[in-house]
């Protein structure tokens, strides 16, 4: 995760060549890695596979590896440590076991910042290279006057303002980085008089994708289909479908009527009826009774629509989008006896239909 984060991904070395030029990019290995790091290979059922769930050809477990059945799912790749030569693949515990990890990232990787104020001036756009990493910790340098650094003194993430170097806000929390949906510390007169707890979101997601709370991305796609895709579910809150006005009110009572040339142009409402079954025919008094389905279809655009899906039964309005707070199309039957008329009741549902690619 913490690498899918950073725009990066994981593969499995294909040989000792890979496993050695890996090793090589730690800084000092012996120290700071205890000779170790991760593979990004991991049990699935009964077999190693990568973690993006390919088969991995190169498995050069150490004698008597692997050992420790379904407890130990995950892979380290361990050196000597007195003439630092490959010994081979060990299974360990994924939870429990602290390892270095390697990461492929990008030349170039373009990132957003989203929740701080205006005032603050901070940049929203920034940029994270593999020439700007420090001390082996990524940096973040804005567009214009900012920038996200780790602090060793105080051993915490600062957005900061280079032109001043006023620190913002701080991010001292248990993530590895400040990627993702995170609890900032917003430094008092940035925000207003006093420091605040703010949630700001670093990503290098692109706009036809979808940020988890961890920094990783889903197609928009994803969002709202009923499937939790994100480990902390956040792809499938907020999925209420429509969005009311804020700058003008919305009136459920009237229908969304046009102009055209200062003309008035009435709500076109399509009618569609199948009969299910006839349940009655009364001769004498020239009546008849069916069981009918009835689809009325129209277009309101006073208001918005969210993630909406290409199926349209995933549309569905809830009970209290709907009553009291949006117009509803009815239909008067003037030939029933009581000049019947249609109502939003338990066996009505109410779909948005998707006719476009917005996303």
């Not at 984060?5 to 890695?33: K, M, N, Y």
């Not at 973690?51 to 991995?56: E, R």
């Not at 082996?136 to 567009?143: A, I, V």
């Amino acid at each position: 995760t913490a690498c899918l984060s950073l725009g990066g991904r994981q593969e499995p070395p294909l040989g000792l060549e890979a496993v050695e030029q890996i090793r090589d990019t730690f800084g000092q290995f012996q120290e700071d890695c205890n000779s170790k790091f991760w593979v990004p290979v991991e049990q699935q059922g009964r077999r190693w596979l990568s973690v993006a769930s390919a088969p991995v050809p190169y498995q050069p477990w150490s004698p008597g590896q692997p050992n420790g059945g379904r407890h130990q799912a995950c892979v380290e790749a361990k050196f000597d440590k007195l003439n630092g030569s490959f010994q081979g693949y060990n299974d360990l515990n994924c939870g429990k076991s602290v390892r270095c990890f390697f990461c492929y990232l990008p030349a170039y990787q373009r990132f957003t910042l989203r929740g701080m104020c205006r005032e603050s001036n901070s940049d929203t756009m920034f940029v994270n290279t593999k020439e700007l990493a420090q001390g082996g910790r990524p940096y973040w340098k804005g567009y214009r006057n900012s920038e996200i650094t780790y602090s060793s003194s105080s051993s915490s993430w600062l957005l900061r303002n280079i032109s001043t170097g006023q620190v913002l806000a701080t991010y001292n929390g248990t993530a590895s980085w400040p990627v993702g949906r995170v609890q900032w510390l917003i430094a008092p007169g940035v925000c207003g008089p006093w420091g605040q707890n703010r949630p700001l979101l670093l990503s290098s997601c692109l706009s036809s994708e979808f940020t988890c709370g961890d920094g990783t991305c889903l197609p928009l796609s994803s969002k709202c289909d009923g499937v939790s895709d994100c480990k902390e579910e956040l792809d499938e809150r907020d999925c209420r479908v429509v969005e009311f006005p804020t700058n003008r009110h919305y009136k459920e009572t009237l229908p969304p009527v046009g102009r055209r040339e200062g003309k008035m142009i009435p709500t076109q409402v399509s009618v569609a009826v199948e009969v299910m079954s006839v349940t009655d025919i009364k001769e004498s008094s020239m009546a008849w009774a069916c069981k009918l389905q009835l689809n009325l279809s129209w277009v309101d655009s006073r208001v918005r629509w969210r993630d909406l899906r290409s199926n349209q039964n995933m549309n569905v309005l809830l009970q209290s989008d709907i009553l009291p707070n949006i117009w509803v199309a009815a239909l008067i039957f003037a030939n029933s006896p009581n000049n019947e008329i249609t109502i939003m009741d338990e066996k009505a549902s109410l779909t948005v239909e998707k006719v476009g690619n917005f996303t």
